[in-house]
Structures are given as C-alpha cells and as structure tokens.
Nanobody, 125 residues
Framework: QVQLVESGGGLVQAGGSLRLSCAVS????????MAWFRQAPGKEREFVAA????????YYADSVKGRFTISRDNAKNTVYLQMNSLKPEDTAVYYC??????????????????WGQGTQVTVSS
C-alpha cells in the first residue's frame, strides 16, 4: 500500500521560511510525478507546485512562483517544498500527491492518485 506522509509544517511569521517534506513508502518505484496542493479553510484545494519523476521539469502556481521551490530525492523517496517569503495568504493545510498516470506534468488534482494526510502551515502577520 502506497503511503505519503508530510512533515515540516508549523507556525511562522510573515517573511519567514519553512521546508515541507513528503516521504513515500510502500513502493519501490519512484518514477512518478509528484505535486503539492494546499487547502485553506472554506476554500477548494488548489495546486501549488509539481515535479516530474526525473526532477527535470517543475511547474508552479503563479501565486508561489519565485518564492517556493519543489525538489525531490528519489534515492530517499522524498519530495520537498521549500517555502520562502511566506505570506499570511499561504496559510493552509499542505498536501503532497503522486500521479501514477504517466504523461504530461499536470496541475489537475484529479489526475493524482495518492495523497498524504496534510500538514498545517500557518503564517502570522
């Protein structure tokens, strides 16, 4: 059974940084695209960033471009989200997800097959 476990969330002041991690277990194959999404209270889950299985391609939401960086270490079956210059509007539960349908790197959450339980990020003003 594939499991995704996020960690690294917390409370930070505006302008600060956090690094989220997503550890994937239950699979020996790391050749799948991965992504981060987030969901704020009362809002729909939205795309944040995605990375191809090789790490060669990345894709960001306009709202985080230039501030967030997605990366992966396939030897450790882990995906990261480095978040800098955090803003109060970045407050949300952050989820990592795995897309087992090989194809074009996508921001469409319905294309992702496995999800973690989420980690809370709170940015105070």
């Amino acid at each position: 059974q594939v499991q995704l476990v996020e960690s690294g969330g917390g409370l930070v002041q505006a302008g600060g940084s956090l690094r989220l991690s997503c550890a994937v277990s239950g699979s020996t194959d790391s050749s799948y695209d991965m992504a981060w999404f987030r969901q704020a209270p009362g809002k729909e889950r939205e795309f944040v960033a995605a990375i191809s299985w090789s790490g060669d391609s990345t894709y960001y939401a306009d709202s985080v471009k230039g501030r967030f960086t997605i990366s992966r270490d396939n030897a450790k079956n882990t995906v990261y989200l480095q978040m800098n210059s955090l803003k109060p509007e970045d407050t949300a539960v952050y989820y990592c997800a795995e897309n087992r349908q090989r194809g074009i790197l996508t921001m469409n959450r319905y294309k992702y097959d496995y999800w973690g339980q989420g980690t809370q990020v709170t940015v105070s003003s």
